[in-house]
């Protein structure tokens, strides 16, 4: 089972930057698919970025300004986010899917809000 913490979140002013963090516990950490997903109130959750391996996958809305990585040896996942703007504003959740995709893991959610 994999269980999920998130960090980093806070107040960031327009143009700012943040590092969120997502540590995994589970020993087959480096196999899965890691994802950060999310959520303004009254909106649904949407896709931010995700990466397995070397591999990554990014919103439109995030590419260029928003980078997610992986530290094996910590089992932590990161997701640094440059250039912000008020749209960014939601609640960040990381997400967790084994190579089957038969489970679906989740974090308890970090706020980040970008304001002047």
């Known amino acids: 089972q994999v269980q999920l913490v998130e960090s980093g979140g806070g107040l960031v002013q327009p143009g700012g930057s943040l590092r969120l963090s997502c540590a995994a516990s589970g020993r087959t950490f480096y196999t899965y698919f890691m994802g950060w997903f999310r959520q303004a109130p009254g909106k649904e959750r949407e896709f931010v970025a995700a990466?397995?391996?070397?591999?990554?996958n990014y919103a439109d809305s995030v590419k260029g300004r928003f980078t997610i990585s992986r530290d094996n040896a910590k089992n932590t996942v990161y997701l640094q986010m440059n250039s912000l703007t008020p749209e960014d504003t939601a609640v960040y959740y990381c997400?967790?899917?084994?190579?089957?995709?038969?489970?679906?893991?989740w974090g308890q959610g970090t706020q980040v809000t970008v304001s002047s």
């Open positions: 990466i397995r391996g070397s591999s990554t």
């Open positions: 997400n967790a899917q084994p190579p089957t995709r038969a489970y679906d893991y």
